[in-house]
């Protein structure tokens, strides 16, 4: 093992998800994510079950992150963990744990913004992976972020826009509610579009700046527009699952293009980027690879695993945190309110 060998440990705990991360060098070793079902019949994270399950979870998904990267504790040159902006219970569990770790270890902290190490996931290495030039632009799109970001250097971002009510997941969440899906419905939203017609009911857009985004209007129209439906015809939701979602998906998405197309617009960057768990949704990944032929736009999708919180995208800021010598003070306490520029 070379002294120029940087295993940084990456800690993840603002939502839902216990996650524990290996990296070396900014190579992932291992990416160990423990979800908790317990919420799904909640229609919601429960932050009390939360902050539960993440004290249960997070020993033996650091022990496996540690053991399945092949390598001891004693190897680790740092202690990444997300500080916020999450759940204040949820994030106190891993910094504490963080932080005590370190202390035993004796090596460096290191806290990261989440929304930053959304973004900063793409500058994970693998082998068939394109790492972003600056400047580029970022759609962050997660269940608590809509926002459009213009990303300068690793840590220099300015928000160009962001949404004034819901959060896009949180329009997929509710959307899957209103049709009585488990949360979280985003994916199962998505899984039902691939066989629905995406114009089988059209739903209206918001109107918003053109770097803006809202979405509590679009759920209000879903609602009522189901009531209706169902009122006419009790099966309604069975008998048009797969349209409905499609119907649903497609107006999201085009919502969102329809930003970044702004956002080039206002900028003229073409470099675009998505990240956050709604990242994983196959049509914005779809429509964003035909914008690199039908705009030219340089587009960055992230890999599936690291679309949804994952520890990776925290070790990987650290990382790059690491190679700053950008280190916390072992005071530092966990904040539930950031903002990615923080
Ligand atoms: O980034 P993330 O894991 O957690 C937050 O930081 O919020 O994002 C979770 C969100 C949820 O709203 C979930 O429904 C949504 O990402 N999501 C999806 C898909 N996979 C996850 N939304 C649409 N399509 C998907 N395939
Ligand atoms: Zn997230």
């Known amino acids: 093992m070379s002294t120029k ?14 996650s524990a991360s290996v990296i070396l060098n900014g190579e992932v070793l291992s990416n160990v994510v423990a979800n908790q079902e317990v919420h799904s019949k909640y229609g919601g994270v429960v932050p009390e079950l939360a902050s539960r399950a993440h004290q249960q979870n997070i020993v033996p998904v650091v022990q496996q992150a540690i053991a399945q990267a092949g390598i001891t504790k004693k190897d680790l040159k740092a202690i990444a963990f ?3 902006p999450g759940l204040m219970g949820s994030l106190l569990v891993g910094t504490s744990f963080a932080k005590s770790l370190s202390i ?6 290191i806290a990261v913004n989440h929304m930053q190490a959304h973004i900063l996931a793409h500058f994970i290495k693998e082998e068939e992976s394109k790492i972003p030039e600056f400047p580029f632009i970022c759609l962050t799109i997660s269940g608590g972020h809509t926002q459009i970001v213009k990303v300068t250097d690793h840590f220099e971002m300015e928000i160009l826009g962001e949404t004034k009510d819901d959060a896009v997941g949180e329009a997929f969440d509710k959307s899957a509610k209103i049709l009585g899906l488990p949360y979280p ?7 039902y579009a ?9 739903f209206t857009q918001p109107k918003v700046g053109d770097l803006e985004f809202s979405f509590s209007g679009l759920k209000t129209q ?11 015809d009790p099966t309604f939701i069975e008998e048009n699952l797969n349209d409905i979602c499609a119907s649903i998906q497609y107006t999201i998405v085009e919502i969102l293009i329809k930003k970044l197309k702004n956002a080039v617009k206002h900028t003229g960057i073409k470099q675009i980027a998505i990240a956050g768990g709604v990242s ?15 705009w030219k736009w340089t587009t960055y999708i992230p890999k599936f695993e690291y679309t949804t919180d994952n520890a990776a ?7 790059l945190s690491y190679l700053n010598n950008s280190y916390t003070d072992i005071a530092v306490s966990a904040k539930a309110r950031l903002k990615v520029t923080e």
């Not at 060998?5 to 216990?18: A, H, V």
């Not at 419905?185 to 899984?191: N, R, T, V």
């Not at 994983?280 to 039908?294: D, G, P, T, V």
């Open 5 to 18: 060998d940087i295993y940084i440990l990456g800690i993840e705990s603002s939502c839902d998800d216990t």
């Open 313 to 319: 995208m925290i070790a990987i800021t650290g990382y």
């Open 280 to 294: 994983a949704n196959s049509e914005i990944r779809k429509r964003l690879l035909l914008a690199e032929k039908q």
């Open 104 to 109: 035993g270890l004796n090596i460096p902290l």
């Open 185 to 191: 419905g985003g994916p199962l939203i998505d899984k």
């Open 222 to 232: 879903i609602l009522y527009f189901i009531q209706k439906k169902v009122k006419e």
């Open 194 to 202: 691939q066989l629905g017609n995406p114009k089988a009911f059209p």
């Open 82 to 84: 997300t500080r916020g």
